[in-house]
């Protein structure tokens, strides 16, 4: 079955701009289809209080909605005065998936901050805000080794995300938000460069879900994975 002309196994295409953001270590747009996230990378020396005299990094995100990225506006958290369970839950899964990708023993007592941006919303954010933050510290990790400041293998391996869900009896890979809304399970995976699993959260929205069926999505999520690290690579390589 096709949804806007794309299969049920193809993710939506994405595009990648650099250098939006001068004063940042490394910044990107990320676009998955009408999904787009802006990262931006700071490193930062010093490290939070639990870890000083540890000699170890730390590395933490930040994520939010854009009042206009949604189809109605939602609110600046600032204003509300607090930030939301969900903004909350994204931006600590970002931070857990992307301290998977660097050595935080080996880049010395510095922070490495996040700030994932999404400027419009169409489904997939937080699975696209990990990819972006995976490609955009790649980057940034890049220019420190070339200025000295850190060693060749601070970064230990990339990261991908990409959701994967059931609707209407069938399994679709990279759901957009009227895929997501009507979906009867839907689960967002993140993984490694070598295949290993970081994160998988599952929710049976509207129905409940095989062994069989489970074991479908994560093949679909991990192909959409490796799809990723293959665009990474070649931007990295200036090959797109």
Known sequence: ?????????EMRPVHIETGL????DASLLWSQGE????????????VPSFLKGSGRGWLTAEYALLPASTQTRCAREAALGKQSGRTVEIQRLIGRALRRGLDLERIGETTVKIDCDVIQADGGTRTAAISAASLALALAANRQVEAGRWPKKALRQSIAAISVGILAGEIRLDLEYAEDAAADVDL??????????????????????????????????AGGCREIFSIGAAFREGKV
Do not use: H, P, W
Not at 21 to 24: F, H
């Open 188 to 221: 967002n995976v993140v993984m490694t460069e070598a295949g290993a699993f970081v994160e998988v959260q599952g929710t049976g929205e509207q129905g409940d879900f095989s062994r069989e069926q489970l074991a479908a999505m994560l093949d679909l999520a």
């Open 21 to 24: 953001q001068k004063y940042a």
């Open 35 to 46: 999904t787009k996230v802006l990262v931006a990378v700071t490193i930062e020396e010093g």
């Open 1 to 9: 079955m096709e949804r806007n002309g794309r299969k049920n196994a």
